[in-house]
C-alpha cells in the first residue's frame, strides 16, 4: 500500500502544469508561483540513526513562476525560504538574485532571478502562451535532517518584486501554490 500511495503521488507531482495544478492557476489572477519537492534520498555519510538531523539528503524540486495578470513582470525575482541547511547546487533558467555562484549555502533563504529572459508576459500579450508567461527553475541541492515521510517545502515563497502584496502562503503534502492578486486555496 505504501509503494502505491508513493507512486501516486511521486505521479501527481511530476504532472504537467496544465494537469495537476490547474485548479489553482486557473484560481489565480496574478502572479501565481509555486515550489514542489518533487524526490530526495539519503546520501553518504550515513549518520543515522545515531545523529539524524546531521544526514545528508538530495533533494530535486521545481520553483513555477506564472503571470495570469494583466501586466507585464519585469525583470521576476522570487524569495524561497529554505530552512534545512540546503546546500544549492544547480538552479535551470535562474541565477541566485546577489550573485553568488553555485553550488552556494542557501539555508536561511535567497532570491532567484530568471536568467537569460527576465520577463513573464500575460496571457493577452501572448494568447495563452506559458512559455512566454512562465518559467520553471529546477532545483537539485543537498538539505539535512528531513527525512521520509516527512516533505522538505521551504517556509515561504513569495515575489521579491516591488508594488505587488502577498497573501498568506497555502501549503500542501504535494503542491505550494500562492498567487499575487486574487487569493486561493486549491488544497
Not at 486557473?26 to 509555486?34: A, M, P, Q, T, Y
Amino acid at each position: 500500500m505504501a509503494k502505491l500511495l508513493f507512486l501516486f503521488i511521486t505521479f501527481f507531482i511530476t504532472l504537467p502544469l496544465s494537469l495537476s495544478q490547474s485548479t489553482a492557476v486557473d484560481l489565480c489572477n496574478g502572479i501565481f508561483l509555486s515550489y514542489n519537492y518533487t524526490s530526495g534520498y539519503p546520501i553518504p555519510p550515513t549518520l543515522v540513526p545515531a545523529n539524524p538531523s546531521d544526514q545528508p539528503y538530495r533533494f530535486e524540486s521545481i520553483l513555477t513562476i506564472l503571470n495570469n495578470g494583466l501586466r507585464e513582470l519585469k525583470s521576476w525575482r522570487v524569495y524561497v525560504g529554505f530552512e534545512h541547511g540546503e546546500v544549492l547546487v544547480s538552479a535551470s533558467n535562474a541565477v541566485l538574485d546577489d550573485g553568488t555562484l553555485l553550488p552556494a549555502n542557501v539555508g536561511n533563504g535567497t532570491v532567484f532571478a530568471e536568467f537569460p529572459e527576465r520577463d513573464l508576459k500575460t496571457a493577452v500579450e501572448t494568447a495563452g502562451d506559458w512559455s512566454q508567461m512562465g518559467a520553471q527553475v529546477r532545483l537539485v541541492g543537498t538539505q539535512f535532517g528531513v527525512a521520509e515521510p516527512d516533505v522538505p517545502l521551504s517556509s515561504t515563497i513569495t515575489l521579491a518584486n516591488d508594488g505587488f502584496s502577498c497573501p498568506a502562503l497555502t501549503k500542501c503534502k504535494q503542491i505550494g501554490p500562492v498567487t499575487f492578486g486574487k487569493p486561493i486555496s486549491p488544497c
